[in-house]
């Protein structure tokens, strides 16, 4: 990583790297909505300074996630300015905090050298297929799911089957994006990790980081220098997981609803 970014930056990046059905703007705030699917297709980002009070800057976030029948979320760096000033005026958080990791893609791939397919075959897809699908969320997702994951110009769907059963045992999503801020400046890009999942029968043979290694190939190959990704701390699996790879948390963020 030639220069790490602050928060603001990275927030700005990973909004670049997840989807969404509508947007507007309020200010330097990008709002998003996709019928309440995912916190992050449904929240607004502050990628810029306001323009208005923040009372007033609320008040036109809530009215538009109110149109549509949604809770207005604010997605923040906890112990932000932002998030503290939100704090301030009553605002309470939403969910649970996440932290956002972040990694050099080759010294993961490094990492990932010893990695090799025993009894699988992987399919590589530029949107989610059914079988992709059916893992994700254990298939539980809205037609508007297609939408907001398969939205950017770089994206890729990574599934890998059982050779002998033939049904899909591991999945993996990879979004390639322009770094934010002054990181972005000399061209360098990002990649974004999301929906890294395991059937439960598979689990314990290593596929997860089969699927990491094939979408991180990828990134490289198109420019991707760094990666970052989103887990949260009670995911055990996923928190050893990433560790051993060399992710390091550069911030924890939140939602605040707002009303």
Request: proline share 5%; glycine share 8%.
């Amino acid at each position: 990583m030639a220069e790490t970014p602050t928060a603001d930056a990275l927030i700005a990046t990973a909004a670049a790297g997840w989807g969404y059905a509508e947007s507007t703007q309020v200010d330097g705030w990008h709002l998003r909505a996709a019928e309440g699917f995912t916190h992050r297709a449904n929240s607004a980002w502050p990628l810029g300074p306001l323009e208005r009070p923040l009372p007033d800057a609320v008040s036109a976030v809530q009215a538009w996630y109110a149109e549509r029948g949604l809770p207005a979320l604010v997605q923040v760096a906890v112990g932000s300015e932002l998030d503290l000033a939100l704090v301030e005026l009553g605002h309470e958080r939403a969910d649970a905090l996440a932290w956002r990791q972040v990694a050099n893609v080759s010294e993961v791939l490094d990492t990932l050298l010893s990695v090799a397919p025993i009894g699988v075959k992987e399919t590589f897809t530029d949107e989610p297929t059914d079988d992709w699908l059916s893992l994700y969320r254990s298939g539980t997702v809205p037609p508007v799911a297609r939408q907001v994951l398969g939205s950017g110009e770089s994206v890729r769907f990574a599934t890998i089957y059982d050779s002998d059963t033939g049904a899909p045992v591991a999945i993996g999503r990879a979004a390639v994006v322009p770094a934010a801020g002054a990181d972005g400046q000399d061209g360098s890009r990002w990649v974004g990790l999301s929906a890294i999942e395991t059937a439960p029968s598979a689990r314990r043979r290593g596929l997860a980081k089969l699927v990491m290694d094939a979408l991180l190939e990828w990134a490289d190959e198109q420019g991707a220098t760094d990666a970052f990704l989103e887990v949260t701390p009670d995911n055990e699996a996923a928190v050893g997981l990433y560790a051993a790879l060399g992710f390091t948390t550069h911030h924890e963020f939140h939602c605040r609803v707002i009303g």
